[in-house]
């Protein structure tokens, strides 16, 4: 089969019609529509802080160690005075914000 004016339309740019902006610009509505889903997923997801529970975080002698308590656990905890200053300061703000009296070292 021959190509009728094949070379011509080789060398013109390529012509946006409608149907091409249509596609385009659904397409941008769907990216834009998936980033504002991600976002509100990403702000309203997430483990909620549990009452009576502690969290701490502190350096330890492997990089940074966590600690996580629930319940009687985590009153025995911030009970027991810490003989680490480093893991006291972390601890005592998790205790005061779970509302639980923290023992000072004497």
Known sequence: MIMMDQSKRLSEPLRWGRRERTAIA???????????????????????????????????????????????????????????KSIGESLLQSCRKAGYPLAVKS
Do not use: Q
Request: with cysteine; glycine share 10%; aromatic share 6%.
């Open 26 to 84: 659904a397409l941008l509505a769907c990216v834009l529509l998936a980033l504002v889903g991600f976002g509100v997923y990403a702000l309203t997801s997430g483990a909620p802080a549990r009452a009576g529970c502690i969290e701490a975080t502190f350096p330890s002698t492997l990089g940074v160690a966590e600690l996580h308590e629930c319940g009687a656990k985590a009153r025995a905890t911030c009970a027991s005075p810490s003989a680490d």
